[in-house]
């Protein structure tokens, strides 16, 4: 039966070894919501989706949108010469795909038809959500070992990063924007996706 003293030191080496193990990785949810459309027509259906698709900006409505909630747990911590850390920021992401949905059945071409649309508007929709990603990623490189001197409270630490999420979020709209022009321009993935709609059966 083994000692006490060795016990202690099996469970020292288990927790060390433990501590030693990368973190586990965190996973965004992605989930797909969808607007009612109606048409029996590739025509009629886009028409629906003009007029029921999801607003953007003021009246504007667009074709498809992607949106996320994200919440962080921080641990800030105080240390003995005054400054403060960002120990851990763990990301909790949630991102959206609102796409349109045909309210009935449809004709087996038109069908057809609308499955390439919708399959490639979610493919679209998909690299907006892999952008979204790699900002919370680069958030996380970021802020994680973040530190401030002379910081009691860590309201400096909280200011730094501030800074860099306001960079960083910037520049995963500016990519989007740019992303979209490229699909949405002539002869873009999602303007051929809508010629195709249109001007099939």
Request: hydrophobic content about 40%; some cysteine; glycine content about 8%.
């Given at each position: 039966m083994?000692?006490?003293?060795q016990?202690?030191?099996?469970?020292?080496?288990l927790?060390?070894?433990?501590?030693?193990?990368?973190?586990?990785?965190?996973?965004?949810?992605?989930?797909?919501?969808?607007y009612?459309?109606?048409?029996?027509?590739?025509?009629?259906l886009?028409?629906s989706?003009?007029?029921?698709?999801?607003?953007?900006?003021?009246?504007?409505?667009?074709?498809?949108?992607?949106?996320?909630k994200?919440t962080?747990g921080?641990?800030?911590?105080?240390?003995?010469d005054?400054?403060?850390?960002?120990?851990?920021?763990v990301?909790?992401?949630?991102?959206?795909?609102?796409?349109?949905?045909?309210r009935g059945?449809?004709p087996?071409s038109?069908?057809?038809?609308?499955?390439?649309?919708y399959d490639?508007?979610?493919?679209?929709?998909k690299?907006?959500?892999?952008?979204?990603?790699?900002?919370?990623?680069a958030?996380?490189?970021v802020?994680?070992?973040?530190?401030a001197p002379?910081?009691?409270?860590?309201?400096?630490?909280?200011?730094?990063?501030q800074?860099?999420?306001?960079?960083l979020?910037?520049?995963?709209?500016?990519?989007?924007?740019?992303?979209?022009?490229?699909?949405?321009?002539?002869g873009?993935?999602v303007h051929?996706?809508v010629?195709a709609?249109v001007?099939?059966?």
């Amino acid at each position: 039966m083994p000692s006490v003293r060795q016990a202690v030191a099996v469970l020292a080496v288990l927790a060390a070894t433990l501590a030693a193990l990368p973190a586990r990785a965190w996973t965004a949810v992605e989930q797909v919501k969808t607007y009612p459309v109606s048409g029996q027509s590739g025509l009629e259906l886009y028409r629906s989706v003009g007029e029921n698709g999801p607003v953007i900006s003021g009246d504007r409505r667009t074709i498809a949108h992607t949106t996320f909630k994200l919440t962080w747990g921080r641990d800030y911590r105080e240390q003995a010469d005054g400054s403060c850390v960002i120990a851990r920021n763990v990301p909790k992401l949630i991102i959206t795909y609102t796409l349109p949905k045909p309210r009935g059945g449809l004709p087996s071409s038109v069908a057809t038809s609308w499955k390439r649309f919708y399959d490639g508007l979610l493919a679209h929709e998909k690299v907006h959500g892999q952008h979204i990603i790699e900002m919370v990623q680069a958030i996380e490189a970021v802020s994680v070992g973040l530190s401030a001197p002379d910081d009691p409270g860590c309201h400096k630490v909280r200011a730094a990063l501030q800074t860099h999420l306001k960079r960083l979020s910037d520049e995963q709209r500016a990519r989007g924007r740019a992303f979209d022009r490229v699909e949405m321009g002539d002869g873009g993935a999602v303007h051929s996706l809508v010629l195709a709609l249109v001007n099939g059966p």
